[in-house]
């Protein structure tokens, strides 16, 4: 599920405002997060594989990323709405309540139901405040609460700082899809798959900072296939919440990358950059020239 994980990580980054207490992690003298260009025809761009939520004070924009911002013509984002806080909590709110479902305790199987609680109350928060909002908002609630010990916020991402450098530049900002979509991708799974995801999010609740702990030292360094294998630890996610969540995206995605031209900065969760049917190759697919630089 560690992809889903970092679903989470960047759709409710909004709430986690925890400070960082650990010192700064730096990335290696020779190496830095994944860059990649891609090239087709009149398209001569570059894919970055990002982390939504870091803690303060990560060095990650190595010299062959700052090239690579400056020789584009614009930012895009997976949702450029999405630092629009006000309009990410106001959809959630729209699209995650509805009136008069059950106590969250009862949406999952018996044996869960302890789990449920102690995650719930292990986050600060509990199922008198949750119940309210449908499986899959409640999840994204919970997995945000046990997200509050690692240290980490939204404000210290990756995105705020290519929004800004772009902006300082007068560059276009776009985006491949709106927060809805992204949304939408949860608010349409049927009750039995949203249950499912409540579950395996109690399961990863338990070990979230080691999980997250590991994903950033493998992102420093670029190491893709290190964050791969954590999708081969623990649960496998459950196959109709990953053909939403990631591959249906991911196939939409390049239908809004195939018309491009020119040198876009294209910044995608490195979740999006792994697995079945990643970007990558389903743009190499499409005849785009995909190559690591970084």
Known sequence: MTRLMTRFLALFALVLVAACSKAPEQPPAQGGPALWQVQRGAFKGWLFGTIHVLPKGVAWDTPAIREAMAGSDRLILEAADLQDEQKTLGLFEKMGRSPGL?????????????????????????????????????????????????????????????????????????????????????????????????????????????????????????????IAKEDEIGEQPDPMVEEAVLVRRNRDWVKAIEPMTGKPFIAVGAGHLTGRENLIDLLEARGFTVTRVQ
């Open 102 to 226: 059950p106590p969250l305790e009862r949406r999952v199987p018996e044996e869960e139901k302890a789990p449920l609680l102690k995650a719930l109350s292990d986050g600060g928060t509990s199922s008198q405040l949750l119940s309210g909002y449908e499986s899959w908002a409640a999840a994204m609630l919970l997995s945000a609460a046990s997200q509050q010990g690692l240290g980490v916020s939204q404000g210290d991402g990756v995105e705020p700082v290519l929004i800004d450098a772009f902006k300082k530049a007068k560059k276009p900002i776009g985006g491949l899809e709106t927060v809805e979509r992204q949304f939408d991708a949860f608010d349409t799974l049927p009750e039995a798959a949203q249950s499912r995801l409540l579950v395996q999010t109690i399961h990863e609740a338990k070990g979230m900072k080691a999980l997250y702990d590991r994903i950033l030292k493998a992102w420093l360094k670029g190491d893709m296939e290190a």
